[in-house]
């Protein structure tokens, strides 16, 4: 049942979204999310981050993602200077991983998981993130991204492409890179947006994430960046303080099927809106971010016009670089919450300058 907004504000008030609790649906998961836009004016005495690290040296021959460096298993990379992939020296899915016993009670259940992941440097330099890369070889990334998400899609229905950028969300290792997990399963983050993308076309005839773009271009209250073919929104029902969604403008369902001038607008969208987050606390802002589009492998013979290529960007920072966001608690035991409004985010994100805070005058 949708939760109604009458009577949120006390003593007969005219609703505001930036003063007043409420819930927002997120049709892609089909769940709500608690705005408590007010909670962000409490006073702060809980944990600070450190903030991650200015020094880090261009290259490390213990850092083994470096070129020319060895790694865990004994191999040593080549001396590479651009894109880099390799298997993952310690992958969360194997191919050849034998199938769990059956098990005679429905409580217990276990299923095959299969797949093989792999690591992809972004740049040979470990002082380098995507935001401070040039066009080119940001372009040189997105076009590594869908030649991956192709090869590896021709046999396995879901292909992950994900970057966790700066310690705070797990990072390991002090050098731009991403993973990519295909596996022999739809993942359930890919299963409910499947659900719900299917539902959504069938009851009202056109893509969900597709009208979903058109009507934020339409409002821009949640607007950050936009260009010809692409535009970064957060998204109305945004979970984490400065959460953006990268939508095409047209329908398109996977990474594969961009065209040569979209991966290089997608290239300048992404270096915008990455310069924005450093920019928000004159940090190397740190997030998760990943592709989702349409399953591949056996699905490539389904029809999936309900699937709408996208990103997902999900950053921790709430108040500064130092108090992020914890998802604890209420979060966890009943549904998510947010302390602003997607609105105030993506005001404050879109009046961010788009130089690098890094970068001095006479290098712009």
């Not at 993602?65 to 899915?93: H, I, M, Q, S």
């Not at 066009?135 to 192709?150: G, S, Y």
């Amino acid at each position: 049942m949708e939760p109604s907004l009458a009577g949120a504000a006390e003593g007969g008030d005219r609703f505001r979204a930036s003063e007043h609790q409420h819930v927002r649906y997120n049709p892609l998961r089909d769940d709500w999310v608690l705005v408590s836009a007010h909670r962000v004016k409490r006073p702060w005495q809980g944990q600070l981050e450190k903030p991650p690290p200015e020094d880090v040296p261009r290259w490390d021959p213990k850092n083994p993602l470096c070129p020319g460096a060895t790694r865990a298993n004994g191999e040593v990379n080549p001396k590479y200077e651009g894109t880099f992939v390799f298997p993952n020296d310690f992958p969360a899915l194997q191919p050849d991983a034998p199938e769990p016993d059956d098990n005679d009670h429905p409580l217990f259940r276990a299923a095959p998981a299969r797949g093989v992941c792999k690591v992809m440097c972004f740049h040979p330099w470990s002082d380098l993130t995507l935001p401070l890369m040039s066009l080119p070889e940001i372009r040189a990334v997105v076009d590594a991204w869908a030649e991956l998400a192709k090869e590896l899609g021709a046999s396995y229905p879901w292909v992950q492409i994900f970057e966790n950028k700066g310690a705070m969300m797990g990072c390991s290792n002090p050098h731009p890179h991403c993973q990519v997990w295909a596996s022999s399963f739809l993942p359930n983050e890919a299963s409910l947006e499947d659900r719900s993308q299917r539902q959504h076309l069938s009851q009202h005839g056109v893509p969900m994430l597709l009208e979903y773009a058109e009507q934020e271009a339409r409002r821009k209250e949640r607007l950050v960046v936009e260009n010809a073919d692409w535009l970064v929104v957060v998204p109305y029902w945004a979970t984490w303080p400065y959460e953006t969604l990268l939508l095409p403008r047209r329908h398109v369902c996977r990474l594969q099927d961009l065209s040569d001038s979209e991966k290089d607008s997608l290239a300048s969208i992404m270096q915008r809106l990455l310069i924005k987050y450093d920019n928000l606390f004159e940090v190397s802002f740190p997030y998760s971010m990943g592709w989702h589009g349409a399953p591949t492998g056996s699905y490539l013979e389904e029809d999936c016009k309900h699937w709408q290529l996208h990103a997902h960007y999900y950053p921790p920072l709430l108040r500064s670089a130092t108090v992020r966001k914890f998802m604890v608690g209420y979060e966890m035991l009943a549904q998510a919450q947010r302390d602003l409004t997607p609105e105030q985010a993506a005001e404050r994100l879109r009046s961010l300058p788009e130089v690098h805070y890094k970068k001095r005058p006479e290098e712009v």
